[in-house]
Protein backbone atom coordinates (compact mmCIF):
# COMPACT_ATOMS: atom_id res chain seq x y z
CA UNK A 1 0.00 0.00 0.00
CA UNK A 2 1.89 3.30 -1.00
CA UNK A 3 2.24 5.77 1.59
CA UNK A 4 1.01 9.12 1.96
CA UNK A 5 3.40 11.61 3.37
CA UNK A 6 1.54 14.88 3.68
CA UNK A 7 4.67 16.90 5.54
CA UNK A 8 6.30 18.65 2.63
CA UNK A 9 2.46 20.91 2.66
CA UNK A 10 4.60 22.31 6.01
CA UNK A 11 7.08 24.19 3.21
CA UNK A 12 4.45 25.67 1.16
CA UNK A 13 2.69 27.65 4.49
CA UNK A 14 5.94 30.76 4.15
CA UNK A 15 5.19 31.26 0.39
CA UNK A 16 1.08 31.02 1.15
CA UNK A 17 1.79 33.59 3.95
CA UNK A 18 4.35 35.81 1.61
CA UNK A 19 1.14 35.61 -0.86
CA UNK A 20 -1.22 36.55 1.55
CA UNK A 21 0.42 39.44 2.32
CA UNK A 22 1.64 40.50 -1.00
CA UNK A 23 -1.25 40.22 -3.23
CA UNK A 24 -4.36 38.54 -1.47
CA UNK A 25 -4.35 41.26 1.47
CA UNK A 26 -3.92 44.25 -0.92
CA UNK A 27 -6.65 42.92 -3.71
CA UNK A 28 -9.40 42.70 -1.01
CA UNK A 29 -8.68 46.42 0.22
CA UNK A 30 -9.09 47.41 -3.79
CA UNK A 31 -12.36 45.58 -3.50
CA UNK A 32 -13.03 47.34 -0.36
CA UNK A 33 -12.65 50.58 -1.72
CA UNK A 34 -14.20 49.74 -4.96
CA UNK A 35 -17.73 49.19 -3.39
CA UNK A 36 -17.39 52.00 -1.08
CA UNK A 37 -17.45 56.06 -1.23
CA UNK A 38 -14.95 58.38 1.17
CA UNK A 39 -15.34 62.11 1.91
CA UNK A 40 -12.71 62.17 3.71
CA UNK A 41 -11.69 61.86 7.91
CA UNK A 42 -11.65 58.03 7.00
CA UNK A 43 -15.22 57.54 7.05
CA UNK A 44 -16.91 55.34 4.15
CA UNK A 45 -19.91 54.96 2.60
CA UNK A 46 -21.63 51.74 0.90
CA UNK A 47 -21.82 52.59 -3.15
CA UNK A 48 -22.37 49.29 -4.21
CA UNK A 49 -21.80 48.60 -8.18
CA UNK A 50 -22.02 52.53 -8.51
CA UNK A 51 -18.98 53.12 -9.40
CA UNK A 52 -18.38 49.61 -12.11
CA UNK A 53 -21.07 51.25 -13.40
CA UNK A 54 -19.75 54.67 -14.00
CA UNK A 55 -16.53 52.82 -14.76
CA UNK A 56 -18.15 50.64 -17.76
CA UNK A 57 -20.27 53.40 -19.30
CA UNK A 58 -17.00 56.01 -18.97
CA UNK A 59 -16.12 57.65 -22.39
CA UNK A 60 -12.86 58.39 -20.93
CA UNK A 61 -12.60 54.50 -19.91
CA UNK A 62 -13.35 53.50 -23.67
CA UNK A 63 -11.00 56.01 -25.15
CA UNK A 64 -8.01 54.94 -22.47
CA UNK A 65 -9.07 51.49 -23.61
CA UNK A 66 -9.18 52.01 -27.11
CA UNK A 67 -5.54 53.36 -27.04
CA UNK A 68 -4.62 50.58 -25.30
CA UNK A 69 -5.74 47.96 -27.84
CA UNK A 70 -4.11 49.99 -30.35
CA UNK A 71 -0.55 50.33 -28.47
CA UNK A 72 -0.63 46.54 -27.39
CA UNK A 73 -1.65 45.35 -31.04
CA UNK A 74 1.40 47.57 -32.78
CA UNK A 75 3.33 46.75 -30.31
CA UNK A 76 2.80 42.61 -30.94
CA UNK A 77 2.51 43.36 -34.54
CA UNK A 78 6.00 44.20 -34.81
CA UNK A 79 8.07 42.94 -32.03
CA UNK A 80 6.94 39.26 -32.53
CA UNK A 81 7.87 39.27 -36.15
CA UNK A 82 11.51 41.63 -35.43
CA UNK A 83 12.22 39.20 -32.69
CA UNK A 84 12.17 36.07 -34.48
CA UNK A 85 13.92 37.66 -37.91
CA UNK A 86 17.05 38.77 -35.38
CA UNK A 87 16.74 35.01 -33.83
CA UNK A 88 16.85 33.11 -36.94
CA UNK A 89 20.18 35.75 -37.84
CA UNK A 90 22.45 35.30 -34.79
CA UNK A 91 24.81 32.84 -35.08
CA UNK A 92 24.86 29.29 -33.44
CA UNK A 93 28.83 29.27 -32.89
CA UNK A 94 31.53 31.31 -32.75
CA UNK A 95 32.82 34.13 -30.54
CA UNK A 96 29.75 35.98 -32.07
CA UNK A 97 26.88 33.79 -30.11
CA UNK A 98 27.71 35.21 -26.78
CA UNK A 99 28.74 38.61 -27.99
CA UNK A 100 25.09 39.20 -29.86
CA UNK A 101 23.47 37.25 -26.57
CA UNK A 102 24.99 40.14 -24.65
CA UNK A 103 24.20 43.29 -26.84
CA UNK A 104 20.81 41.55 -27.30
CA UNK A 105 20.56 41.77 -23.40
CA UNK A 106 21.56 44.98 -22.17
CA UNK A 107 17.80 46.59 -23.41
CA UNK A 108 16.15 44.70 -20.88
CA UNK A 109 18.73 45.12 -18.43
CA UNK A 110 17.83 49.09 -18.18
CA UNK A 111 15.69 50.35 -15.60
CA UNK A 112 12.13 51.41 -17.04
CA UNK A 113 12.41 54.75 -15.81
CA UNK A 114 15.55 55.42 -17.26
CA UNK A 115 14.50 54.05 -20.58
CA UNK A 116 12.04 56.73 -20.68
CA UNK A 117 14.26 59.15 -19.51
CA UNK A 118 16.87 58.05 -22.19
CA UNK A 119 14.40 58.59 -25.07
CA UNK A 120 12.85 61.79 -23.74
CA UNK A 121 16.70 63.12 -23.74
CA UNK A 122 16.95 61.55 -27.28
CA UNK A 123 13.89 63.03 -29.13
CA UNK A 124 14.59 66.44 -27.87
CA UNK A 125 15.10 68.70 -30.65
CA UNK A 126 17.24 71.10 -28.80
CA UNK A 127 19.55 69.08 -27.33
CA UNK A 128 18.38 65.26 -27.99
CA UNK A 129 20.49 63.41 -30.99
CA UNK A 130 17.43 61.87 -32.56
CA UNK A 131 15.29 65.09 -32.31
CA UNK A 132 18.23 67.31 -33.85
CA UNK A 133 19.10 65.18 -36.33
CA UNK A 134 15.59 65.05 -37.65
CA UNK A 135 15.48 69.29 -37.54
CA UNK A 136 18.47 69.25 -39.48
CA UNK A 137 17.04 66.87 -42.14
CA UNK A 138 14.37 69.41 -42.60
CA UNK A 139 11.65 66.70 -40.61
CA UNK A 140 9.05 68.35 -38.02
CA UNK A 141 9.13 66.43 -35.47
CA UNK A 142 7.99 67.21 -31.87
CA UNK A 143 7.09 64.46 -29.70
CA UNK A 144 5.23 67.07 -27.03
CA UNK A 145 3.06 68.33 -29.22
CA UNK A 146 2.68 66.25 -32.08
CA UNK A 147 -0.04 63.64 -31.30
CA UNK A 148 1.76 61.14 -34.02
CA UNK A 149 5.07 61.83 -33.39
CA UNK A 150 4.58 61.33 -29.46
CA UNK A 151 2.98 57.53 -30.69
CA UNK A 152 6.18 56.81 -33.35
CA UNK A 153 8.07 57.99 -30.07
CA UNK A 154 6.35 55.16 -27.19
CA UNK A 155 6.38 52.75 -29.85
CA UNK A 156 9.84 52.76 -31.16
CA UNK A 157 11.09 53.00 -27.80
CA UNK A 158 9.33 50.08 -26.39
CA UNK A 159 10.23 48.16 -29.74
CA UNK A 160 13.89 49.12 -28.66
CA UNK A 161 13.70 48.34 -25.09
CA UNK A 162 11.60 44.69 -25.30
CA UNK A 163 12.23 43.00 -28.85
CA UNK A 164 15.37 41.43 -27.14
CA UNK A 165 12.97 39.42 -25.19
CA UNK A 166 11.76 38.46 -27.59
CA UNK A 167 14.35 37.50 -29.76
CA UNK A 168 16.48 35.53 -26.85
CA UNK A 169 13.12 33.42 -25.67
CA UNK A 170 12.96 32.38 -29.93
CA UNK A 171 16.83 32.20 -30.12
CA UNK A 172 16.70 29.36 -27.22
CA UNK A 173 14.11 27.52 -28.93
CA UNK A 174 15.58 27.40 -32.10
CA UNK A 175 18.91 25.74 -30.27
CA UNK A 176 16.60 23.22 -29.05
CA UNK A 177 16.09 22.03 -32.39
CA UNK A 178 18.72 18.52 -33.60
CA UNK A 179 20.74 19.10 -36.03
CA UNK A 180 19.55 15.54 -37.68
CA UNK A 181 16.37 18.46 -38.55
CA UNK A 182 18.38 20.16 -40.88
CA UNK A 183 20.18 17.59 -42.10
CA UNK A 184 16.85 15.82 -43.17
CA UNK A 185 15.84 19.16 -44.48
CA UNK A 186 19.10 19.69 -46.51
CA UNK A 187 18.50 15.59 -48.33
CA UNK A 188 15.07 16.95 -49.12
CA UNK A 189 16.63 19.86 -51.08
CA UNK A 190 13.94 22.20 -48.55
CA UNK A 191 14.35 25.60 -49.06
CA UNK A 192 14.82 28.43 -46.55
CA UNK A 193 11.19 29.37 -45.92
CA UNK A 194 10.26 25.55 -45.84
CA UNK A 195 12.23 24.75 -43.17
CA UNK A 196 11.40 27.69 -41.38
CA UNK A 197 7.71 26.66 -41.64
CA UNK A 198 7.94 22.85 -41.13
CA UNK A 199 10.87 23.07 -38.29
CA UNK A 200 11.43 26.06 -36.60
CA UNK A 201 8.03 27.63 -36.68
CA UNK A 202 6.73 24.33 -35.00
CA UNK A 203 9.59 23.92 -32.49
CA UNK A 204 9.65 27.51 -31.44
CA UNK A 205 5.62 27.68 -30.64
CA UNK A 206 6.00 26.44 -26.92
CA UNK A 207 8.84 29.71 -26.56
CA UNK A 208 6.56 32.02 -28.33
CA UNK A 209 3.40 31.64 -26.78
CA UNK A 210 5.61 33.01 -23.72
CA UNK A 211 7.15 35.97 -25.39
CA UNK A 212 3.38 36.21 -26.50
CA UNK A 213 1.86 36.55 -23.71
CA UNK A 214 4.56 38.17 -21.88
CA UNK A 215 4.65 40.66 -24.19
CA UNK A 216 0.72 41.54 -24.11
CA UNK A 217 0.80 41.28 -20.05
CA UNK A 218 3.68 43.84 -20.27
CA UNK A 219 2.66 46.34 -23.21
CA UNK A 220 -1.03 46.15 -21.67
CA UNK A 221 0.06 47.64 -18.26
CA UNK A 222 3.01 50.04 -19.41
CA UNK A 223 3.06 52.70 -17.31
CA UNK A 224 6.28 54.07 -16.08
CA UNK A 225 8.14 54.62 -20.27
CA UNK A 226 5.42 56.62 -21.94
CA UNK A 227 4.24 58.71 -18.59
CA UNK A 228 8.37 59.57 -18.43
CA UNK A 229 8.74 60.63 -22.09
CA UNK A 230 5.04 62.22 -22.72
CA UNK A 231 2.50 62.35 -19.91
CA UNK A 232 -0.13 61.05 -21.49
CA UNK A 233 0.15 63.89 -23.86
CA UNK A 234 0.17 65.90 -25.93
CA UNK A 235 -3.48 65.95 -24.31
CA UNK A 236 -4.77 62.39 -23.81
CA UNK A 237 -3.55 61.39 -27.07
CA UNK A 238 -0.81 58.87 -24.98
CA UNK A 239 -2.93 58.15 -22.10
CA UNK A 240 -2.85 54.26 -21.66
CA UNK A 241 -5.39 52.27 -19.04
CA UNK A 242 -2.58 52.31 -16.56
CA UNK A 243 -1.48 56.43 -16.85
CA UNK A 244 -5.40 57.29 -16.60
CA UNK A 245 -5.83 54.87 -13.59
CA UNK A 246 -2.97 56.86 -11.60
CA UNK A 247 -4.38 60.33 -12.86
CA UNK A 248 -7.67 59.29 -11.12
CA UNK A 249 -6.36 57.57 -7.97
CA UNK A 250 -3.66 59.86 -7.06
CA UNK A 251 -4.11 63.45 -9.12
CA UNK A 252 -7.98 63.60 -8.26
CA UNK A 253 -7.96 61.17 -5.12
CA UNK A 254 -11.35 59.49 -6.66
CA UNK A 255 -10.78 56.39 -4.45
CA UNK A 256 -13.65 54.50 -5.23
CA UNK A 257 -13.62 54.93 -9.23
CA UNK A 258 -9.65 54.27 -9.28
CA UNK A 259 -10.27 51.04 -7.46
CA UNK A 260 -13.35 49.75 -9.35
CA UNK A 261 -11.30 51.39 -12.66
CA UNK A 262 -8.50 48.99 -10.88
CA UNK A 263 -10.74 45.85 -10.46
CA UNK A 264 -11.94 46.22 -14.42
CA UNK A 265 -7.86 46.45 -15.95
CA UNK A 266 -7.42 43.83 -14.08
CA UNK A 267 -9.98 41.42 -15.40
CA UNK A 268 -9.73 42.28 -18.74
CA UNK A 269 -5.71 41.68 -18.58
CA UNK A 270 -6.86 38.42 -17.08
CA UNK A 271 -9.31 37.18 -19.81
CA UNK A 272 -7.63 38.16 -22.69
CA UNK A 273 -4.71 36.63 -21.18
CA UNK A 274 -6.72 33.16 -20.81
CA UNK A 275 -8.67 33.56 -23.95
CA UNK A 276 -4.62 34.37 -25.92
CA UNK A 277 -3.26 30.85 -24.13
CA UNK A 278 -6.46 28.90 -25.17
CA UNK A 279 -6.72 29.22 -28.89
CA UNK A 280 -2.91 29.41 -29.23
CA UNK A 281 -2.56 25.99 -27.36
CA UNK A 282 -5.16 24.41 -29.08
CA UNK A 283 -3.73 25.33 -32.15
CA UNK A 284 -1.09 23.97 -30.70
CA UNK A 285 -2.19 20.66 -30.49
CA UNK A 286 -4.22 20.72 -34.28
CA UNK A 287 -1.15 21.07 -35.90
CA UNK A 288 1.32 18.50 -33.69
Excluded at 80 to 108: D, E, F, K, Q, T
Excluded at 249 to 259: S, T
Amino acid sequence: MKTVNNKAWFMVIPVVVLVAFSAIIPLMTVVNYSVQDTFGNNQFFWAGLEWFNEIVNSERFHDALGRQFLFTGLILLIEIPLGIAIALNMPSRGWGRPACLVLMSLPLLIPWNVVGTIWQIFGRSDIGLLGHTLQLLGIEYNYTQNTLDAWITIIVMDVWHWTSLVALLAYAGLQSIPQAYYQAARIDGASRWAVFRFIQLPKMRGVLLIAFLLRFMDSFMIYTEPFVVTGGGPGNSTTLLSIDLVKMAIGQFDLGPAAAFSLVYFLIILLLSWVFYTVMTNLDKQES
